[in-house]
């Protein structure tokens, strides 16, 4: 490397990562949520805590339809270098204290404020979406092999006590993925609400599962320190019991909603990172390896920079251990109209979603029922509806 991000291959091509310096967008898009309160604090009007929402929800997809998209890849000899530059990894960790501190000062003001119902709800989503940003950071972190970044991956996770997601998301969800049996792949024709009831359950179900099979395979115990679920909820106990015992019972209703909203800003990406897509199984039974064509990619700029380029997912899937610089983008794979924030909005209404997705879920599916990872209950409704074909198109994976 001959200067701060621009890496040369041994073959003598030279990358610049442009992006370089846009990454601490990870860090500074969460700490907008400071803003509210402190603007609330200043002058007392409860509809400040709003205004981080409607930048999230609102100006965030427009800037993502303004910048536009970014299809560039950093050439493969260069990788090893980008992966091994400290610097990316220095913008993950110092994001984390930003999640903690977030998270107590949430805490702290809610706790010593009179506020309003749709000042507390006001706090519960932005608060809750913090705790989806930590799930995010654990993603990333979670998925990496050295033991500092997988514990720092557990830690981010427990303020929404959402720790079993280290576990159900490595050994679960990438093994399952689009596949019928998958509780965080969404089918097509379930929305969000019914997804949310199958998801949640079912994630912490497998994850538990998981663990106690890994541990009785080495003779432990799942109750023991080892079981890697426990462990992250020994810090959320500690985190949540500081914190009522500093402000009372009376605060556990916005804790426990902020835990909820920031298991549910999961459940919202999971629905639209796979809605409908199916892997095939193959002459031995076996699903077939994991392709980018598995995962609904997005490649909006702005809201790829918040989110360590999360809507890479394609890539991602298929390369779950590169890091989130390295990540490309493939042609031909499906894409959505814009970035996550936008589409989370987007999957809440779910007439707008169906009206938006399904033609260009069936369009990547060849109209082909085969292709196609269907809510059971809606399959020969949907199929009727659009003219799906019952396998008399050939199957477009092989």
């Known amino acids: 490397m001959s200067k701060a991000g621009e890496f040369t291959g041994p073959s003598g091509v030279v990358y610049r990562d442009r992006k370089r310096h846009l990454w601490v967008s990870s860090i500074f898009v969460p700490a907008i949520v400071f803003i509210g309160p402190l603007l609330y604090l200043a002058n007392g009007n409860a509809l400040m805590l709003w205004i981080p929402l409607v930048f999230y929800y609102l100006a965030v997809p427009v800037l993502d339809m303004l910048i536009g998209e970014d299809q560039s890849n950093p050439p493969e000899e ?68 050295g033991k500092g ?32 049996e998958d509780p965080a792949s969404s089918r097509m024709g379930e929305n969000i609400w019914k997804f949310v009831l199958r998801e949640i359950p079912g994630a912490a179900r497998r994850a538990w599962k998981l663990e106690q099979e890994r541990l009785e395979s080495r003779g432990k115990s799942v109750w023991s320190l080892d079981n890697e679920i426990i462990q992250p909820a020994i810090i959320t106990a500690i985190a949540w019991g500081t914190v009522l015992a500093l402000f009372g019972i009376g605060i556990l209703p916005y804790i ?46 702005f809201s790829n920079w918040a989110t360590f380029h999360l809507q890479r997912h394609s890539d991602h899937h298929a390369h779950p251990t590169r890091r989130y610089q390295s990540l490309r983008h493939f042609d031909d794979v499906p894409s959505l109209p814009n970035g996550y924030f936008g589409m989370f909005l987007v999957s809440y209404i779910p007439p707008l979603w169906y009206r938006l997705m399904d033609k260009r879920l069936l369009e990547h599916a060849g109209y082909d029922a085969r292709n196609i990872n269907f809510d059971p209950d809606k399959r020969e409704a949907l199929i009727r509806k659009y003219g799906i074909q019952h396998g008399d198109a050939p199957p477009r994976i092989v």
């Open 149 to 180: 970044e997988r514990w720092l991956a557990k830690f981010v996770l427990a303020p929404c006590a959402y720790g079993h997601f280290f576990i159900e998301h490595n050994k679960g969800h990438h093994r399952d993925v689009a596949t019928p």
């Open 256 to 301: 426990l909603g902020t835990a909820f909203w920031g298991a549910f800003q999961l459940t919202s990406a999971n629905y639209i990172e796979h809605y409908g897509l199916l892997r095939h199984k193959t002459k031995t039974g076996r699903y077939e390896r994991t392709q980018p064509y598995h995962s609904w990619n997005s490649n909006h700029m």
């Open 78 to 145: 260069v990788v090893p270098q980008l992966e091994e530059d400290p610097y990316y990894r220095w913008v993950t960790y110092a994001l984390v204290p930003v999640i903690w501190g977030a998270w107590f000062f949430g805490a702290w003001f809610v706790g010593t404020q009179d506020l309003p119902w749709h000042g507390l709800l006001a706090m519960i989503l932005l608060l809750g979406g913090t705790c989806g940003v930590g799930i995010n950071l654990g993603h990333e972190l979670g998925h990496k092999k």
